[in-house]
Antibody, heavy 126, light 106 residues
């Protein structure tokens, strides 16, 4: 059974940094691209970015709203994907979800997401 | 960035009624659309991918149709557990979601 567990959320002041983790189990982590999404309280869903497999150089893509501030990385030996968030703004307040691409080995994400974690809440406030 | 517009924002229906949800894209996305159901405090649940393919374990009362810019999610007969918020999503980079349709009990 695929399991994704996000952690690392909490209350942080504007301008500070926070790192989220997504710990995976139930599949061969290194075979899949991993993505991050977020959902502001009472609002809709927003894609944050994704990271490709090691075989594709662990290259990343980001939403314009976070590019240059957020960095996605992965540690295949630990089956963990990370979301490093710097220069946080109040508008970054959201529940953050990680998700796995449904197909292994693909270069481009499949564009849909079957498996999601339960989310971790990040609150940016002074 | 491709903008997805969902309508209506809220759909008030009774159990066993048919629900028809619309999603319109600002430019063609082919068949690269997925639909998700979300209940309070839960992660989104994939219902449909590739515009018309049901995800694993999704009941046959859920169906998707459409292509290019106009897409529809149909729930043929609402069950009590189907009252939730539904989002469409297109799969071209950058991925984007519609604003959601809330299906509420009338």
């Amino acid at each position: 059974e695929v399991q994704l567990v996000e952690s690392g959320g909490g209350l942080v002041k504007p301008g500070r940094s926070l790192r989220l983790s997504c710990t995976a189990s139930g599949f061969t982590f290194g075979d899949y691209a991993m993505s991050w999404f977020r959902q502001s309280p009472g609002k809709g869903l927003e894609w944050v970015g994704f990271i490709r497999r090691k075989g594709y150089g662990e290259t990343t893509e980001y939403a314009a709203s976070v590019k240059g501030r957020f960095t996605i990385s992965r540690d295949d030996s630990k089956s963990i994907a990370y979301l490093q968030m710097n220069s946080l703004k109040t508008e970054d307040t959201a529940v953050y979800y990680c998700s796995r691409d449904p197909k292994p080995f693909d270069y481009d994400p499949s564009g849909y997401y079957q498996d999601w974690g339960q989310g971790t809440l990040v609150t940016v406030s002074s | 960035e491709i903008v997805l517009t969902q309508s209506p924002a809220t759909l008030s229906l009774s159990p066993r009624e048919r629900a028809t949800l619309s999603c319109r894209a600002s430019q063609s996305v082919g068949s690269y659309v997925a639909w998700y159901q979300q209940k309070p405090g839960q992660a989104p649940k994939l219902l449909i991918y590739g515009a018309s393919n049901r995800a694993t374990g999704i009941p046959a009362r859920f169906s998707g149709s459409g292509s290019e810019t106009d897409f529809t999610l149909t729930i043929s007969s609402l069950e009590p557990e189907d009252f939730a918020v539904y989002y469409c999503q297109q799969g071209s980079n950058p991925l984007t979601f519609g604003g959601g349709t809330k299906v509420e009990i009338k």
